[in-house]
């Protein structure tokens, strides 16, 4: 199985025909192939090899060289790839919500974060884009788009009980949840 790779690849590699590792730095892998021995193809000549590791990294950040190299490769190979999605990252909101927000821009606060029977009790925080902190973070890797998310801020409280409790007090609502 040969295929050309689209876009050069930076390489550190070893040859296991040999005692120990060569390390190649600024090779670049143009081609891998698979016959009865690994072959790669690379700016700095041929590699060839019983076996092939790639450590690769992943998408994040390509500004500091994150490419699909591996995914590439591994496709190349017919190996089955769970498809790469972000994770620990933040929820932005709709320009209407974040009007809404706007006042809260900088408010932490405890709360339980939950979707699909995940749940994570930690700090949110309200950002000028949305919502971040830990609880975020954390959730954001178990939630699908188009899925919901609860967010309940008063962990705590029963909010009915309490509601209830302070029924006829002369108490605003707005005072009574800032407590």
Request: proline residues 4%; neutral net charge; glycine residues 8%.
């Given at each position: 199985?040969t295929a050309a790779l689209?876009?050069?690849?930076?390489?550190?590699?070893?040859?296991?025909?040999?005692?120990?590792?060569?390390?190649?730095?600024?090779?670049?892998?143009?081609?891998?192939?698979?016959?009865?021995?690994?072959?790669?193809?690379?700016?700095?000549?041929?590699?060839?090899?019983?076996?092939?590791?790639?450590?690769?990294?992943?998408?994040?950040?390509?500004?500091?060289g994150a490419t699909d190299?591996?995914?590439?490769?591994?496709?190349?190979?017919?190996?089955?790839?769970?498809?790469?999605?972000?994770?620990?990252v933040p929820f932005t909101?709709?320009?209407?919500?974040?009007?809404?927000?706007?006042?809260?821009?900088?408010?932490?606060?405890?709360?339980?974060?939950?979707?699909?029977?995940?749940?994570?009790?930690?700090?949110?925080?309200?950002?000028?884009?949305?919502?971040?902190?830990?609880?975020?973070?954390?959730?954001?890797?178990?939630?699908?788009?188009?899925?919901?998310?609860?967010?309940?801020?008063?962990?705590?409280?029963?909010?009915?009980?309490?509601?209830?409790?302070?029924?006829?007090?002369?108490?605003?609502?707005?005072?009574?949840?800032?407590?």
């Amino acid at each position: 199985m040969t295929a050309a790779l689209n876009k050069s690849s930076s390489c550190c590699c070893g040859n296991a025909r040999t005692p120990g590792w060569r390390f190649l730095c600024r090779c670049q892998v143009l081609q891998v192939e698979k016959h009865d021995t690994f072959r790669i193809e690379t700016n700095q000549g041929s590699i060839v090899s019983d076996s092939l590791v790639i450590a690769s990294g992943g998408l994040s950040i390509e500004p500091l060289g994150a490419t699909d190299f591996g995914y590439r490769i591994a496709r190349q190979f017919g190996l089955q790839i769970e498809e790469p999605r972000p994770g620990l990252v933040p929820f932005t909101l709709t320009s209407q919500m974040l009007k809404r927000w706007a006042k809260l821009a900088g408010v932490s606060v405890d709360a339980l974060v939950g979707h699909d029977g995940q749940q994570f009790r930690e700090n949110i925080l309200i950002t000028h884009r949305g919502l971040s902190g830990p609880g975020i973070l954390q959730i954001s890797s178990y939630w699908e788009p188009g899925a919901s998310v609860s967010i309940n801020l008063l962990p705590d409280e029963d909010m009915l009980e309490m509601l209830t409790r302070n029924k006829s007090s002369d108490t605003e609502l707005v005072n009574l949840l800032s407590r």
